[in-house]
């Protein structure tokens, strides 16, 4: 089956340490995104990439890092430097152009970070 | 900055009733998505409509776009248990015609428990 794998589903840090979280797709899309929501919240972009090495900040990178050295892999890395890490994180992916322009995405599970 | 809204936050209706959730966004799009999640869960994508397209249907959901309004509804019509979950609009603004992958800008979704 096709589908995007995050893990781990839960994880709970001490402050300032870095973790990182993991995404991987079986889907052959080119792109992928990092969200983040918080309780009662909507998705904000933190990271996302079109192709394989190159990536672009979203709304909320900073404390953040990716790397894009696979096109089915797109890894989170939470730095000591993000406030406020506690959330629920979500990893996407889609296909990039195409003549509709469209881009529906597929969502992974989610991972929970909790920083104790 | 959130671009789409949804109004109401929350709603609870009878089983077999029909829901109706709405979406306002700021700027001009190239298409507007709704998306489901269960609790603690990754989101689905339910349908997407084009900015030249006034109204579409996908079983028992049915969507419009007002882009002279920017306003989006999602209804969902002899509702059951399993519908209950939040819903997000997203908006996809026109730099995508071109095929490019800046990630989709979500509301804080709508909360809909049905009630058995």
């Known amino acids: 089956d096709g589908g995007i794998t995050q893990s781990p589903k839960y994880l709970f840090r001490k402050e300032g340490q870095n973790v990182t979280l993991s995404c991987e797709q079986n889907l052959n899309h080119d792109a992928m995104y990092w969200y983040r929501q918080d309780p009662g919240q909507g998705l904000r972009l933190i990271y996302y990439s079109q192709i394989v090495n190159d990536f672009q900040k979203g709304d909320i990178a900073e404390g953040y890092s990716v790397s894009r050295e696979k096109k089915e892999s797109f890894p989170l890395t939470v730095t000591s430097a993000q406030k406020n890490p506690t959330a629920f994180y979500l990893c996407a992916s889609s296909i990039v152009g195409g003549l509709s322009g469209a881009n529906v995405l597929t969502f992974g599970a989610g991972s929970r970070l909790t920083v104790l | 900055s959130q671009q789409g809204e949804e109004d109401p936050q929350a709603l609870s209706i009878q089983e077999g009733e029909n829901a109706t959730m709405n979406c306002s966004y700021k700027?001009?799009?190239?298409?507007l998505q709704w998306y489901r999640q269960n609790s603690g869960r990754g989101l689905v994508h339910l349908i997407l409509?084009?900015?030249?397209?006034r109204e579409k249907h996908s079983g028992r959901l049915r969507v419009t776009l007002d882009t002279s309004k920017k306003s989006s509804s999602l209804l969902i019509t002899a509702s059951r248990a399993v519908d209950t979950a939040s819903y997000f609009c997203?908006?996809?603004?026109?730099?995508?015609?071109?095929?490019?992958?800046?990630?989709?800008?979500f509301g804080k979704g709508t909360h809909l428990i049905i009630q058995p």
């Open positions: 409509i084009r900015s030249n397209e």
């Open positions: 700027t001009s799009i190239n298409n």
């Open positions: 997203a908006t996809a603004l026109p730099m995508y015609s071109g095929g490019g992958a800046d990630g989709l800008t």
